[in-house]
């Protein structure tokens, strides 16, 4: 019977440590909990496995679940992540693949993530939330090689084009006639030597010349500038004498509108009195005591009456 107890007991206490195994193996209380994402490379992820480590910043925060290509286009490599949940993954979060050390060991590094960016959600038609990529520096490196190589082969070929048969014949003649001119110009060296000593005569003489131009150059000046003002007095002048004749015009209207009628009237009465003194005088030469002793009727003629008309 007590066989049998201890029997039992043994069972299960070694039940209760396989359990307790298997739970701490699991995790148990300490289990941590993940986040999937998705992201998308576009460049070869040689080196990459599965179970590779996922750092944000340098921290671990995951690792790499799942690598497979995307079946409607090889050339893309789709990386399915688990990491930390908590872990401040962003919508400006990118992820890069990297090499760690000269071992070759490839990890995806994420970066970025501002504090003001929003967390990383799925979108439609997505069922993770897909984070950003940007190439490595592999391929960076590779593709500025691949443009500086294209580049140094089409400089290969200008510099093939330039070196071509036809262009070596006329580089040698070009250096042919280089040559001859520089002969030619050796034989008369003695001339050339002579024109410009006669050259650097004529420049002396036309400085000194300019220097014996420039007073009267000055002068000329001088007396541009008293013409000039000359002009302008006369213009000043001209402007006065203007104002002038426009005041006595003003003073001549004035005066035949306001004279003028007087002097018309004037002139009718002299011209009244001028006739009655025509006729006085006339009256006095014909008849001197008129003035004297008035008008003497004049006796009737023959047929005349008292009453009729008489001679004035």
Do not use: C
Not at 26 to 35: A, I
Not at 57 to 62: E, I, K, S
Not at 74 to 84: H, M, R, S
Not at 122 to 138: D, E, F, H, M, W
């Amino acid at each position: 019977m007590n066989y049998a107890v201890v029997g039992a007991f043994v069972l299960a206490l070694g039940t209760v440590l396989v359990a307790g195994v298997l739970w701490l193996a699991s995790g148990g209380t300490f289990q941590k909990k993940y986040d999937l994402y998705l992201a998308i490379a576009n460049e070869s992820v040689a080196g990459l496995n599965l179970n590779a480590p996922v750092k944000y910043n340098g921290v671990d925060v995951g690792k790499v679940r799942k690598i497979w290509l995307e079946p409607g286009n090889p050339e893309q490599a789709n990386l399915f992540f688990v990491i930390e949940h908590g872990t401040p993954v962003k919508e400006d979060t990118v992820a890069v693949l990297k090499t760690q050390g000269l071992t070759g060991i490839a990890y995806v590094e994420l970066s970025g993530g501002s504090r003001d960016s929003p967390p990383l959600a799925a979108t439609a038609g997505n069922k993770y939330p897909v984070i950003r990529t940007k190439p490595s520096l592999s391929t960076r490196l590779e593709n500025v090689l691949t443009t500086v190589l294209a580049k140094l082969d089409s400089t290969s070929s200008n510099l093939n084009a330039i070196l071509s048969d036809e262009n070596r014949a006329a580089f040698t003649s070009a250096l042919t006639d280089i040559a001859a001119v520089a002969r030619t110009l050796a034989a008369r060296r003695d001339t050339l030597d002579a024109g410009i000593v006669s050259a650097a005569r004529t420049f002396d003489n036309s400085a000194r010349a300019t220097a014996r131009l420039e007073p009267v150059i000055d002068r000329i000046s001088r007396g541009a500038e008293a013409v000039e003002k000359m002009g302008d007095q006369v213009a000043r002048t001209s402007a006065g004498a203007g104002k002038t004749v426009d005041s006595v015009g003003a003073d001549v209207k004035r005066f035949t509108a306001e004279t003028l009628p007087e002097l018309e009237r004037l002139l009718g009465e002299l011209s009244v009195l001028t006739t009655s003194l025509r006729r006085l005088s006339e009256q006095t030469e014909r008849d001197p005591r008129g003035l004297l002793f008035g008008r003497t009727p004049l006796p009737e003629g023959p047929g005349e009456s008292s009453t009729g008309p008489r001679q004035p």
